[in-house]
């Protein structure tokens, strides 16, 4: 389910958006095609947020995407999302295992071999690994390369996404990387036909996953 649920895996960003322009656009990406979406608002005050992923997990749930929310496991539990994510500067991941419990999604942020093993054996469904591309959606990236993308998915033995600067032109740079799919933030966020750039993102990144299923066999 897991692998599936993070072929097309989008990180929202509401800067600059109504919030009305902001839950249009989900409702338009979940219809395109996204397979999972990850809540993420660092500004916002707990009651937003809150409120915020109320009105999300509606949307969500009417076309089955499953929810992940980031960083926040309160929100997560007080919505009911199916999951949350968190990186190096959140709770360890053994106590965020214990408090969402053994049915929800744990994805955990890696940028090491190390980072990756220990998400294995601390609880962890997924690893988000990152950044590949220079992103403006963190102030300070340090980018990952290929061969630790590849070397983190192959040592940790855990469904990975690749996530950081990745858009329409450069998805297929993943051939001969095992991924299990990509976090897009901007390509759909700002899109103009956000359906239409969700199902060209999905398409791309279904070839990139049957080329590398194929090339492992």
């Known amino acids: 389910m897991i692998e599936e649920a993070l072929t097309l895996y989008l990180v929202t960003n509401s800067d600059g958006m109504s919030e009305d322009k902001f839950l249009e656009t989900i409702i338009e990406a979940c219809e395109g095609g996204i397979t999972m979406l990850q ?15 109320v009105k999300v997990k ?8 499953p929810l992940i929310i980031n960083d926040r496991v309160d929100i997560c539990l007080a ?4 999951g949350v994510h968190i990186g190096d500067d ?11 419990g053994p049915d929800k999604i744990l ?5 090491t071999v190390t980072r990756g093993i220990e998400a294995k054996f601390d609880g962890a469904d997924y690893l988000g690994v990152g950044a590949i591309y220079p992103t403006t959606t ?11 993308l590849t070397k983190i998915i192959s040592e940790s033995k855990l469904p990975t996404v690749a996530i950081g600067g990745i858009k329409e032109d450069n998805i297929l740079s993943f051939n001969n990387t095992p991924i299990s799919g990509v976090s897009i933030v901007s390509d759909i ?3 103009d036909n956000v359906p239409l750039k969700v199902s060209k993102l999905r398409e791309l990144v ?10 492992s066999k």
């Open 138 to 148: 963190k102030v300070q990236t340090h980018l990952t390369s290929m061969e630790t």
């Open 79 to 82: 919505v009911d999302a199916d």
């Open 206 to 215: 279904e070839e990139v996953k049957g080329a590398n299923s194929y090339d």
């Open 90 to 100: 959140e709770l360890p991941i053994t106590k965020t295992r214990e408090l969402i």
């Open 58 to 65: 509606e949307i969500t749930d009417r076309y089955n995407v």
């Open 39 to 53: 809540l993420r608002e660092k500004n916002a005050s707990t009651r937003d947020f809150y409120e915020l992923a």
């Open 189 to 191: 966020m700002q899109a």
């Open 107 to 111: 994805g955990v942020s890696a940028k």
